[in-house]
């Protein structure tokens, strides 16, 4: 029983491992080129709005009020109108996700700091600080640049996420080989 769950694991090691070099292929082909990226995280959003539709459409059949079923039309109306703007017109789309981007990270950083101060006593609370400092700077390179960095900051952020996920899973799963060793 104990040597089929080792090969078990084993073989769920070594899948991990091939997922985690493709993650980190993807990641560094992601940041080489941003726009392209950029447009495929565009063009998925579109579609996963689209998808959100077809779910408020369904649920408001399945509403027992008037009402209810109205608002989930109008919000799958919603839904699905973005959703085909945005698969139509994926430059518009992306520059939309970049301005997106750099208002979440704008508000990031300011609650940063309300957070870093609030407390501020506490050890470890310059870290916040710092954090907040480098989140609004990414915040204001974004927008000083918009709508231009459009066709960088999405596509980017994404590749380095993606990177950075191949890496962990990478070190994750030898590290389960090694224990398996």
Same mark, same amino acid.
């Given at each position: 029983?104990?040597?089929?769950?080792?090969?078990?694991?084993?073989?769920?090691?070594?899948?991990?491992?091939?997922?985690?070099?493709?993650?980190?292929?993807?990641?560094?082909?992601? +940041?080489?080129?941003?726009?392209?990226?950029?447009?495929?995280?565009?063009?998925?959003?579109?579609? !996963?709005?689209?998808?959100?539709?077809?779910?408020?459409? $369904?649920?408001?059949?399945?509403?027992?009020?008037?009402?209810?079923?109205?608002?989930?039309?109008? !919000?799958?109306?919603?839904?699905?109108? +973005?959703?085909?703007y945005v698969l139509s017109n994926p430059a518009v789309g992306l520059a939309s996700l970049t301005f997106a981007v750099a208002a979440y990270l704008f508000i990031e950083g300011i609650?940063?700091?309300? !957070?870093?101060?609030?407390?501020?006593?506490?050890?470890?609370?310059?870290?916040?600080?710092?954090?907040? $400092?480098?989140?609004? $700077?990414?915040?204001?390179?974004?927008?000083?640049?918009?709508?231009?960095?459009?066709?960088?900051?999405?596509?980017?952020?994404?590749?380095?996420?993606?990177?950075?996920?191949?890496?962990?899973?990478?070190?994750?799963?030898?590290? $389960?080989?090694?224990?398996?060793?």
């Amino acid at each position: 029983m104990e040597h089929a769950l080792r090969t078990d694991i084993r073989r769920a090691a070594t899948w991990s491992l091939a997922l985690s070099a493709l993650m980190i292929v993807t990641g560094l082909l992601a +940041i080489g080129i941003p726009m392209i990226a950029g447009v495929a995280v565009t063009l998925i959003v579109g579609w !996963l709005l689209i998808a959100s539709a077809a779910l408020h459409f $369904v649920f408001a059949w399945r509403s027992g009020h008037a009402s209810a079923v109205i608002w989930e039309i109008l !919000l799958g109306l919603a839904y699905a109108v +973005i959703g085909f703007y945005v698969l139509s017109n994926p430059a518009v789309g992306l520059a939309s996700l970049t301005f997106a981007v750099a208002a979440y990270l704008f508000i990031e950083g300011i609650l940063e700091f309300v !957070l870093a101060f609030q407390i501020r006593p506490a050890p470890g609370s310059g870290w916040l600080l710092v954090d907040g $400092v480098i989140t609004l $700077v990414l915040a204001v390179m974004i927008w000083s640049t918009w709508p231009s960095s459009a066709t960088w900051v999405v596509g980017t952020l994404v590749g380095i996420s993606m990177l950075f996920s191949g890496v962990t899973r990478l070190m994750l799963s030898l590290a $389960v080989r090694r224990i398996l060793a």
